[in-house]
């Protein structure tokens, strides 16, 4: 079977132009800027929160030894733990901690599922684009119907459009997005595990109010 056979620059271009235009015009500029960097995403490991928690553990440390303050010093990859602990160096408590990565975290989420829809969007678009495809050929079809060359030709647009349709749809597209929605409920998880040891760790190192008690008079004479 000769693959070139299967090799039509029009149909390829119906719907793989048609696809991206539709992407366009539905996602915004941002999600779907997103959307693409995701790929880069899809070949690494799932997330995981052993990492973090062990830095954590080790802030604890840091903490109970050299004071809050000098986790200021720390050099913190994650943008949510490093949030988490600047607030904890500036003295917040467990509930404004946790309350600050319940909102990463959703904000996280949001993205995931943005760049997650937008691949899933390509994936309706691309049959639909495959159909007009074919609806294209055949009227390219009908209308030269007298010369049996150009009948080919038409109709290798029709069938071919179609099937460009569904294999992107249903090997790039969908997978794609599968994965990137698979990828972001681990995440949206594991993240989930660091609120607890953060804010125990803002309880422990909240600063505490001194209270003055005044001297009785008879304690003075």
């Known amino acids: 079977m000769n693959l070139a056979t299967f090799l039509d620059p029009t149909a390829l271009a119906i719907v793989g132009g048609g696809t991206i235009l539709s992407a366009i015009l539905r996602t915004p500029a941002a999600d779907l800027a997103r959307a693409i960097a995701a ?6 490991r799932r997330f995981s929160a052993e990492p973090l928690l062990e830095q954590i553990t080790a802030f604890g440390r840091i903490a109970r030894r050299h004071g809050a303050m000098a986790l200021d010093r720390s050099v913190i990859a994650d943008k949510d ?11 917040h408590g467990p509930d404004h901690v946790a309350a600050r ?9 949001e993205r995931h599922v943005a760049a997650a829809d937008a691949w899933a969007g390509m994936a309706e678009a691309a049959p639909a684009m495959g159909m007009i495809g074919t609806l294209v050929g055949l009227v390219a079809m009908f209308v030269q119907m007298a010369d049996p060359q150009a009948i080919g030709s038409a109709m290798a647009v029709a069938l071919l459009a179609t099937l460009y349709g569904a294999l992107l749809a249903n090997l790039v597209a969908m997978p794609i997005a ?8 681990v ?23 001194v209270s003055f008690s005044p001297h009785h008079p008879s304690e003075a004479a």
């Open 39 to 44: 790929l880069r995403t899809l070949p690494r």
């Open 81 to 91: 733990l490093a949030a988490a602990v600047a607030d904890i160096v500036d003295g």
């Open 101 to 109: 990565l319940q909102h990463l975290r959703r904000a996280r989420i």
């Open 178 to 185: 599968n994965r990137l929605r698979a990828a972001a409920r």
């Open 187 to 209: 995440e949206a998880f594991e993240r989930g595990r660091l609120e607890a040891p953060l804010a125990a760790l803002a309880e422990r190192e909240r600063p505490r109010p």
